[in-house]
């Protein structure tokens, strides 16, 4: 069997995506024939080593499998649970792979989540260079005019940086979709508070081309072959002849 890097062969066995499992390693939990290494690129080969993450042994890789959730509120992104809370993975007890969510959605954000236990597939999604756009829809404690539109096209600064959405549109008196692409923590929230709008409800329900439809809430199904294949094939390209900002 071919070598390959640590890091990308802890990513083939679903221990988490790429770039996470850089950081696993940087943290000391990985051992490599009962020695600890924080190097990602150590060359591995699952036939002549042992390799453990937090002293559990990892067998090697898995079969590949790739769900859509539909998240309700109260569930945490997370593989490890802080204190009794729940997390999105409770929701996958009939499934005995190792799974972990691709990026996340906060506690009480509902809708689109990808659930996998490929690392180089989950790279693939959340890397920057890869374009996909994230669609929302937001619910706000107020009547959305014509100045809200206008500022939540603006954008806001998320970590030191401004980031703007690709399109804002008027659903109805109370709602709105925006499409954003960054990526970063709690971007539709804290563009929401520059407009001063309240937030009631946010669900995310398009990741690139993938829509999360009517799958019932709580509930997953596998992608099929063609969504899979529509992420890694090809990037999402934005939509802006539906940016809508003008007054209503």
């Known amino acids: 069997m071919e ?4 890091s990308k062969a802890l990513a083939a066995a679903g221990i988490a995506s790429r770039r996470a499992c850089e950081e696993i ?37 898995q079969k590949k499998l790739y769900f859509m959730l539909n998240k309700p509120p109260g569930y945490l992104c997370s593989n490890v ?12 007890s009939d ?58 096209s603006q954008g806001a600064r998320v970590d030191d940086k401004w980031v703007r959405p690709v399109f804002v549109q008027k659903v109805r008196r109370g709602t709105f979709k925006i499409c954003v692409k960054e990526g970063k923590k709690h971007e539709v929230r804290i563009i929401a508070e520059r407009a001063q709008l309240k937030i009631s409800e946010l669900t995310r329900i398009r990741i690139g081309n993938l829509i999360l439809g009517s799958l019932p809430e709580g509930e997953y199904r596998p992608l099929t072959a063609r969504e899979q294949e529509s992420f890694l094939s090809q990037s999402d390209q934005p939509r802006p002849a539906r940016q809508s900002c003008s007054k209503p």
Do not use: M
Request: glycine share 8%; proline share 3%; aromatic share 6%.
């Open 3 to 6: 070598d390959k890097r640590l």
């Open 25 to 61: 390693i940087f943290s000391g939990r990985v051992k490599v024939n009962g020695i600890v290494v924080r190097i990602p690129q150590t060359l591995v080969d699952w036939q002549r080593d042992q390799i453990s993450v937090d002293e559990a042994v990892i067998g090697g890789e």
């Open 81 to 92: 649970r802080p204190g009794n809370k729940r997390i999105v993975l409770d929701l996958f």
């Open 95 to 152: 499934q005995s792979e190792r799974l972990f969510t691709v990026g996340r959605l906060d506690r009480d954000t509902t809708g689109l989540l990808i659930v996998t236990n490929d690392g180089h597939f989950a790279n693939r999604l959340i890397h920057p260079s890869s374009n996909i756009t994230k669609e929302y829809v937001v619910k706000v404690c107020q009547e959305i005019t014509g100045e809200h539109l206008e500022t939540l």
